[in-house]
């Protein structure tokens, strides 16, 4: 079966956030401008056709979807009972915070990181410690010795990776997760791993879940999971956790039940069943076309707009991009994009080196990518006077 990516679908005036702004041609928030896999829609749409939408009951059928699929992607055997559904990831990941930390308490963050990461933190009253990312040999790495001494500090209770990472792009190889699994168990930090991208992937890089690293990390270690990124579900509000300690999950259950958080969507577990069992093949061939999305933006700025350099991401859909040649503040950079009118993440929103970036969305049809380009091309002639 071929998908067609190409298709433009008019998102406008169907309550979506990312097309929200009037007159912008939206590049920002982690969604796909593409249809979910047809299966999927199929799925749903048989379910709405049932009409009765009461309380779901057993899970197994989701759980079995969800076990088959890291066993088949990343050769990871997930016991039934480690998983636990969430209506987020974000709302999972506070839920966390709320469970493993005191406010006042102190959490690691490998900046630039996803805003929200940062916002949990400290509407949970704790504060952000940066081990902040090193850009070399054009790519970004973690820094081990300034996160050995970092996480010494007093109250550090709680480390957040994201891998793949939002936004920089980096799918973490074997001996960097080792390390960072070394360090965090050595000074009894637990690790939230999200791994919402782990699907989205570009051929020749391998996504590694945390637990897999050691048996020793496994026991230490929280995974955020789900559909919603890989198969463009988001407005589904459905994740899941993975947590292979007994004693970590229990607390995580119970926290789960305080919150009154007791079960999953209806169409949500449709989702994760119709995504995982048969959209593997709407997958492979979404992973090609955002890669060639990939190298149509690399070629683009390389030919027509030099001064902006890509920085080669080896997952997720988005692009990370230096501006900090063009030379401007941080608020004139976002009102030059904004008078462009292209609507985009500006990199100062993520922390610690994330001023003079941008983040761009490759997730849409390529017409629409080369219209944004073609929208920021002029702006920057006019604004160099080329
Ligand atoms: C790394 C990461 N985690 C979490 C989320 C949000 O997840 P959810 O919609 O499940 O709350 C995003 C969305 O962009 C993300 O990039």
Not at 38 to 60: D, N, Q, T, W
């Amino acid at each position: 079966m071929t998908y067609d990516f190409n298709k433009i679908i008019d998102r406008r005036n169907t309550r979506s956030l990312k097309w929200e702004k009037e007159d912008m041609l939206p590049l920002w928030v982690a969604d796909m401008d593409f249809q979910a896999p047809p299966e999927v829609i199929e799925a749903l749409m048989k379910r709405a056709e049932h009409g009765i939408f009461g309380y779901p009951g057993s899970c197994s059928s989701s759980f079995q979807s969800i076990k088959s699929w890291m066993e088949r992607r990343f050769s990871w055997q997930v016991e039934e009972d480690w998983i636990n559904f969430c209506p987020g990831t974000i709302p999972a990941l506070s839920m966390l915070v709320r469970t493993f930390t005191h406010p006042g308490d102190r959490i690691i963050l490998q900046a630039p990181n996803y805003p929200p990461f940062l916002n949990i933190t400290r509407d949970n009253g704790c504060h952000a410690v940066y081990n902040q990312l090193q850009f070399k040999q054009g790519k970004y790495h973690m820094d081990f010795a300034d996160l050995e001494q970092k996480i010494k500090e007093p109250r550090v209770k709680l480390l957040i990776l994201c891998s793949p990472h939002n936004p920089v792009g980096r799918v973490w190889e074997k001996e960097e997760l080792a390390r960072l699994a070394e360090i965090c168990l050595d000074n009894n930090v637990l690790v939230v791993s999200d791994e919402l991208h782990a699907d989205l992937v570009y051929k020749g890089c391998q996504h590694i879940p945390l637990p897999l690293v050691s048996d020793g990390i496994a026991q230490n270690t929280i995974v955020l999971s789900g559909p919603t990124k890989t198969f463009n579900l988001a407005g589904l509000q459905t994740s899941f956790s993975i947590i292979p300690n007994p004693q970590i999950r229990s607390r995580f259950k119970t926290a789960l039940e305080v919150s009154g958080y007791s079960r999953p969507n209806v169409f949500g577990l449709e989702a994760v069943h119709s995504a995982y069992d048969y959209g593997e093949p709407w997958l492979e061939s979404l992973i090609i076309y955002i890669r060639d999305n990939l190298d149509f933006l690399t070629e683009y700025l390389n030919n027509k707009i030099p001064i902006l350099k890509v920085i080669q991401p080896e997952g997720t859909y988005l692009a990370w991009i230096d501006c900090r040649e063009l030379k401007m503040e941080t608020q004139e950079l976002e009102k030059f994009f904004l008078s462009a009118g292209v609507f985009l993440n500006q990199g100062y929103a993520f922390g610690p080196g994330g001023a003079g970036f941008i983040r761009l969305n490759l997730a849409c049809p390529r017409s629409t990518l080369e219209e944004a380009l073609q929208r920021i091309e002029r702006a920057i002639i006019s604004r160099l006077n080329l």
